[in-house]
């Protein structure tokens, strides 16, 4: 018995020692026998590592995969594959990667039952993907009101994991952006918007993301300030009819909106009016002024975003000008032109002229004066562009209708025409021969024909009659208007405005009166007394002056030493009124309401008005304390 046992024992005792425990469902199993072998863990993109093993062992359940991100606990059973598995792919999250690049652990082990194999790890440090290709701003640009818009354009990114643009504003491109959209659509490669104010700087960014959060701004682009138009430049204020005209230059802007005309009040510049004017082209405007008014103007040019510039302040004034020669003598005096306005006292001098008898001339717009050793000078009104005319020396002239021309007689007693809108030269329309003197020449509009006398000398004795005569503008076709008698002298011929009558005087014989055409002599123009008078010869400021209806003439006379100015009426009772005493260098003073003289006083060397109708006695009234002075004509 006892044989038995030992016997058995011996067997038991051989049998443990070459017997292998790789059951793994047997607790008792070597688990080193089906622990998986050789796991590696290799990165296969930006977000997969690929972990791989070695089966070994006798058939079990399958394994477990566990998994550590960096110092944190294990994660457990991440994973529980089939025992015929050697492969498994964890995919990660890419935005935890790149925001917490930290070594990646896997341990995995096989499991039988409650029994599990030993446990293998396996670690990596997943590559952090590198952050989205750049997109630069290509232009920045906008439209002009009323539909203003501003477009970004950008190129189009090319990354693989895009998420999204986000589109960044600032108003420089050092300064603070601003997200102002985030874009979806890779397609997507622009942005319009019609909130902006192109006054100031604009500047976009593009920024790319991707999938990981990781973003990357390129270079920005903006637009440049839109610049406030520079001011324009008030050239001008001219009055004429009840209105300033308002001349300026062109603003060159290309966001141009509108000129305005601001009347303003001094010194505050409050704006008492204004006027639009929406034409870029325009350089003018009118604004409605009431007579004897100063007003005071500037430019205002707007551009589309209502930025503005002003001109410097001009005045414009709607009283009469004048135009005045201090002295009256042989060698002439400086001209002075200006206003009767008292608050804007232009003032323009044109010195060493030698200016004799200016006068106004083409409603007012311009000034014409004879001067001493030449045939005279033209200016503008505000004393512009003055032009001085060569020529011989006038001993009278007269002016067309609207006093575009005039003809006067040279001191080589020859009769000369000359344009005075044009650039030249007085044209000679005689050619005096024999002796033969012209004078007095003036215009016959209705018949495009010139008004003169001639003196004709006899051989005998080398003494002729003056008789009138017409001819043409070339000198041409002449027609012998009067018969003197004898040796009798018709000098000073003055036809009507309206062509009917010509006023004219026979030398030691007085005043006359003839019908235009038909009458060859006339009747003789008396006093109330039937006294006779004789209009004294006035050289370069012609005597006897029609008034504008044909009515009416005034002249004057040289009596005992002294001048007397006499007002003629046709058909009158008497014919002709003596007016004042002391008068001579008289005209009409055009523009008033009633039948108004200007006239020089030789006692106080200064110029006065008065009305026809007032009586010999009554005293004129000063119109400018100087020895020669003309009013403008209301405009």
Not at 115 to 144: A, D, F, Q
Not at 380 to 403: C, K, L, V
Not at 575 to 594: C, K, M, N, P, V
Request: glycine letters at 6%.
């Amino acid at each position: 018995m006892k044989r038995i046992f030992i016997l058995i024992a011996l067997v038991i005792a051989c049998e443990d020692t070459v017997r292998v425990w790789d059951n793994p469902y047997d607790p008792r199993s070597d688990r080193s026998l089906w622990t998986p072998d050789t796991l590696r863990a290799t990165q296969l993109s930006s977000d997969n590592i690929e972990l791989t093993w070695f089966r070994k062992g006798r058939d079990f359940d399958g394994f477990i995969m566990d998994k550590k991100i960096g110092e944190e606990s294990w994660q457990d059973s991440i994973a529980i594959l089939w025992d015929s598995t050697y492969s498994w792919i964890d995919t990660l999250d890419l935005k935890e990667v790149v925001n917490n690049p930290v070594t990646y652990s896997y341990r995995i082990y096989a499991y039988a039952d409650s029994n599990i194999s030993n446990k293998v790890s396996v670690s990596i440090e997943p590559s952090v993907p590198g952050p989205p290709g750049s997109v630069n701003v290509l232009s920045v640009s906008y439209t002009l009101p009323p539909n203003q818009i501003l477009s970004v354009t950008w190129d189009q990114s090319l990354e693989g994991d895009f998420a999204k643009y986000n589109l960044y504003h600032g108003i420089t491109e050092s300064g603070e952006k601003t997200l102002i959209r985030a874009i979806a659509d890779i397609n997507t490669t622009t942005f319009d918007t019609n909130t902006f104010s192109p006054v100031q700087e604009n500047w976009y960014w593009i920024e790319v993301e991707d999938t990981t959060g990781q973003k990357t701004m390129g270079a920005g682009e903006g637009h440049p300030v839109d610049l406030a138009p520079n001011s324009v430049r008030l050239d001008s204020i001219t009055y004429a009819e009840g209105e300033f005209l308002v001349k300026w230059t062109q603003s060159p802007i290309s966001d141009f909106e509108k000129y305005v005309i601001e009347q303003i009040s001094l010194p505050d510049s409050t704006i008492v009016d204004s006027t639009l004017i929406t034409t870029q082209s325009d350089t003018s405007g009118t604004v409605n002024v009431a007579q004897d008014k100063e007003i005071y103007f500037r430019l205002r040019v707007t551009d589309k975003w209502n930025q503005s510039a002003w001109s410097s302040v001009r005045g414009g004034s709607s009283y009469q000008r004048v135009v005045k020669v201090d002295y009256i003598r042989e060698i002439g005096d400086d001209i002075t032109i200006l206003n009767m306005g008292s608050g804007l006292p232009f003032t323009h001098l044109l010195s060493n002229v030698n200016a004799q008898f200016a006068l106004w001339i083409q409603n007012g717009q311009k000034i014409f004066s004879l001067v001493d050793g030449g045939m005279g000078l033209i200016v503008n009104q505000n004393g512009s562009n003055m032009r001085t005319i060569s020529g011989e020396e006038p001993q009278d002239i007269a002016f067309n209708s609207d006093q575009s021309m005039a003809v006067f007689t040279g001191a080589d007693h020859n009769i000369y025409l000359i344009n005075l809108n044009e650039d030249q030269s007085p044209v000679k329309l005689t050619a005096e021969s024999n002796n033969e003197w012209y004078g007095d020449p003036e215009f016959i509009e209705g018949e495009d024909r010139i008004l003169y006398w001639q003196q004709i000398h006899q051989a005998n004795n080398n003494v002729g009659v003056k008789d009138i005569f017409t001819m043409d503008f070339d000198g041409k076709n002449v027609i012998q208007v009067s018969q003197a008698q004898n040796i009798d002298k018709y000098i000073m011929p003055r036809m009507s405005p309206d062509e009917t009558k010509i006023l004219y005087v026979i030398e030691g014989n007085g005043l006359y009166q003839m019908n235009y055409p038909g009458e060859i002599s006339g009747n003789p123009v008396t006093k109330s007394n039937g006294e006779k008078i004789f209009p004294v010869v006035s050289q370069y400021f012609r005597n006897i002056r029609w008034s504008s209806d044909s009515q009416k003439a005034i002249l004057w006379s040289y009596e005992n030493g002294s001048y007397f100015l006499y007002v003629y009426t046709i058909g009158g009772t008497p014919e002709l009124i003596f007016l004042q005493a002391g008068a001579r260098y008289a005209d009409w003073l055009y523009g008033t309401s009633t039948d108004t003289v200007v006239f020089r006083s030789e006692s106080s060397n200064a110029m006065y008005k008065k009305d026809i109708s007032a009586t010999s006695g009554a005293e004129p009234i000063l119109l400018y304390n100087a020895p020669w002075a003309q009013i403008q004509p209301r405009q």
